[in-house]
């Protein structure tokens, strides 16, 4: 599956975007779907993920409250809604694709990728 991430921009601190990421070329509600960051000079990093159902959502303890993972199956689509947003979001967001369940890892084998949208929050 191909993915393609938009939706990244500057925003000021306490604002919000809304992320999307696009799939094709596989059947996507096969695929657990997550969001992943990479701050400049810190390695990626777990964000959300979301089963192929959207009945299982899980999140970093650092954006739990603030932002929302979700996946429109008859759109291929999967999105991140973020509020409340800190300056220590600033990062490149990656999504990512995983077929089949979650598992008992839901942060790891994730095996396609998308090229990242960049989050810059000001304060």
């Known amino acids: 599956v191909q993915l393609q991430a938009s939706g990244g921009g500057l925003v000021q601190a306490g604002g919000s975007l809304r992320l999307s990421c696009a799939a094709s070329g596989g059947t996507f509600s096969s695929y657990a779907m997550g969001w992943f960051r990479r701050a400049p000079g810190n390695e990626r990093e777990f964000v959300a993920v979301?089963?192929?159902?959207?009945?299982?959502?899980y999140y970093s303890d650092s954006v739990k409250g603030r932002f929302t993972i979700s996946r429109a199956n008859p759109e291929n689509a999967v999105y991140l809604q973020m509020n409340s947003l800190k300056p220590e979001d600033t990062a490149v967001y990656y999504c990512a694709a995983k077929l089949g369940s979650l598992g008992n890892d839901v942060t790891r084998y994730f095996g396609s990728w998308g090229q990242g949208t960049l989050v810059t929050v000001s304060s």
């Open positions: 979301i089963s192929w159902s959207g009945g299982s959502t």
